[in-house]
């Protein structure tokens, strides 16, 4: 019997990175002149959601610029990000919620496994939960599929873990 060769796909965040990011862009916010006497602030809500808060519109786009410099820094995808839209809050201040996704939605996997059937590589793909599992009994397929899922990733951070020979 010919072994198969597996890989999984996932879009994972890590939440204590993210934490961290928060933590260091409030203390940058704190120090920093442009934000002297702001209400401006981050809040790690439910998991998986931030609140930022400031004085403006323009001040909250500081403050998430600042946040996603620190995010990068400590590894954190962007891309996993899901911005609400900027909402008017109290005493004329502005508010914004952002999203941390984590997993594969069902229909951007459907079009991962749709990218791969097109390409005609003999790989498997099989969507399981939040993530999506490939099969061949090939090692050089799976790299290929692979570099094709990273060039066709749907505006996703994809990484590859669970090799199997």
Not at 34 to 57: A, P
Not at 107 to 136: F, N, Y
């Amino acid at each position: 019997m010919a072994s198969e060769c597996t890989f999984d796909v996932v879009s994972k965040v890590d939440m204590d990175e993210v934490k961290n990011a928060v933590a260091q862009a409030m203390k940058e916010i704190g120090q920093r002149f442009d934000f002297k006497g702001s209400i401006s602030k981050i809040d790690l809500k439910e998991e998986g959601v931030l609140t930022l808060t400031s004085d403006d519109e323009i001040r909250l786009k500081a403050v998430i610029e600042v946040l996603q410099s620190k995010l990068v820094k400590r590894g954190v995808s962007i891309r996993a990000m899901e911005f609400g839209k900027i909402e008017p809050a109290s005493k004329g201040s502005a508010r914004q919620e952002v999203k941390i996704l984590q997993g594969i939605p069902v229909e951007k996997a459907k079009g991962l496994v749709k990218t791969l059937k097109d390409s005609k590589m003999k790989v498997q793909a099989s969507i399981q939960g939040d993530q999506l599992r490939v099969s061949g009994k090939n090692k050089d397929d799976l790299q290929e599929a692979m570099a094709l899922l990273k060039k066709h990733d749907q505006g996703l951070d994809l990484q590859f873990t669970n090799f199997r020979s």
